[in-house]
């Protein structure tokens, strides 16, 4: 079993910074991908970033240039640095762990809510 712990969320202004951190714990080692999802009311949930296994790294093209996705795979940790934050960056900010030996699976974190206003 795995189990994943957000933190690091809050409320900020309009081109102001956080930085989410989430925990992995449980039985798994190690992890093929961590990422950073997002679900705003009335939205689907969105991929913001991922880092897989090796370093290479993936953003949604409206967080590129401003979030940076980061990992240690020693501590099972992966961290998310949001800067110049919008107002359509508001949501809640989920963590995910994939594996896919022997078969796909995902773990999910509890969510940690952002917030931009001014």
């Known amino acids: 079993q795995v189990h994943l712990v957000e933190s690091g969320g809050g409320s900020v202004q309009p081109g102001g910074s956080l930085r989410l951190s989430c925990s992995a714990s449980?039985?798994?080692?190690?992890?093929?991908?961590m990422s950073w999802y997002r679900q705003s009311p009335g939205r689907q949930r969105e991929l913001v970033a991922s880092v897989i296994s090796g370093g290479r790294t993936n953003y949604a093209d409206s967080v590129k240039g401003r979030f940076t996705i980061s990992s240690d795979n020693t501590k099972k940790m992966v961290y998310l640095q949001m800067n110049s934050l919008k107002p359509e960056d508001p949501a809640v900010y989920y963590c995910?762990?994939?594996?896919?030996?022997?078969?796909?699976?995902?773990?999910w974190g509890q969510g940690t809510q952002v917030t931009v206003s001014s």
């Open positions: 449980g039985t798994v080692s190690s992890f093929y991908a």
């Open positions: 995910n762990a994939k594996n896919v030996l022997p078969s796909i699976k995902d773990y």
